[in-house]
């Protein structure tokens, strides 16, 4: 049976446990750290005051963009290949649009907002209330983008990692800016690569999500936006007609070709993926 999160918690700043104080408190016999309890989740950071949540949107393996689904079918993938009893953590779970693929899985998520869907809240870049070594895996969805400090949280999630744990991670490079002002980085598979091992992982997998016409359908809306939107009337109105042309082309294109590949990004000489399915694994 999945154990309460409580019992997983401990203080971040002595690691020893943490009793509960009525309803709406958590308190370290030991040294006196508090954390604060809303509506029966355990806040230990801060909200930042200026994050905008955003509204949950249906999402599922055949819901959303090409890149959700392919991040869907590759977390279930690697899920499956946990131990049946493995404890798992969701970091930046948001509204826990993959909550689905954890059924019946020790599975605990945890975001810097305190959305109604997530078990805790915290920023697990400044503040660890779990033990060493806790979780067999830890899951990443489109995360790392997201913090400006993304060093430090992958240390963090290294230390909370068993040796031999997995971690998870989904994140896009040729994606457009989302979520503003709370989008930092595109990376570079070098910098995954080194951002791992500095933070204690071997890389198990680092492929690319290539998605050669979503990219074009996305350019096809910068080229509107930017090189036709200005002309004169009566260009307008003739590119207006190719770009109805080109558009129907893709789509034909679409018809014709697989959705997307997955490939080791060292297999291509200028990989330009729309993002990376990675997993490091935590060296013993
Ligand atoms: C683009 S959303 C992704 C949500 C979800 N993982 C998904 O793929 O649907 C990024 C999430 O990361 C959360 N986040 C940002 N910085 C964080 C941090 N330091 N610790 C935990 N969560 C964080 C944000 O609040 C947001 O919910
Ligand atoms: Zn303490």
Request: with cysteine; aromatic share 10%; net charge neutral.
């Amino acid at each position: 049976m999945k154990k309460d999160i409580l019992s997983l918690l401990v203080c971040p700043r002595c690691q020893q446990k943490l009793a509960l104080v009525g309803a709406d408190k958590l308190h370290c016999n030991n040294c006196g750290y508090e954390a604060s309890m809303l509506n029966g989740k355990p806040i230990f950071t801060d909200v930042p005051a200026t994050i905008q949540p955003w509204e949950k949107v249906e999402r599922g393996p055949d819901k959303g963009t090409t890149w959700r689904r392919s991040n869907w079918r590759f977390l279930n993938d690697e899920v499956k290949t946990l131990a049946p009893e493995a404890l798992i953590l969701d970091v930046g779970a948001g509204h826990g649009d993959f909550a689905d693929i954890f059924e019946e899985k020790n599975y605990y998520s945890l975001d810097i907002v305190p959305y109604a869907e997530v078990d805790l809240v915290c920023d697990l870049g400044q503040t660890i209330p779990f033990k060493t070594g806790t979780f067999d895996a830890v899951v990443l969805m489109n995360v790392l983008e997201h913090v400006y400090e993304n060093r430090g949280l992958v240390q963090n999630i290294g230390k909370i990692l068993k040796p031999g744990g997995k971690l998870i991670i989904t994140v896009p490079f040729l994606l457009k800016v989302h979520q503003a002002p709370f989008d930092f980085s595109r990376y570079t598979p070098y910098y995954l690569s080194q951002l791992a091992q500095e933070a204690g992982f071997n890389v198990e997998k680092l492929n690319g999500y290539y998605d050669t016409l979503y990219l074009l359908n996305e350019s096809l809306g910068n080229l509107w936006l930017y090189s036709i939107g200005s002309r004169p009337a009566v260009q307008r109105f003739l590119a207006k007609g190719l770009v109805f042309i080109i558009q129907r082309l893709i789509n034909g294109l679409g018809k014709l070709s697989e959705k997307g590949a997955i490939r080791p990004v060292s297999a291509e000489k200028n990989p330009a993926p729309v993002g990376y399915l990675v997993v490091l694994e935590k060296k013993a």
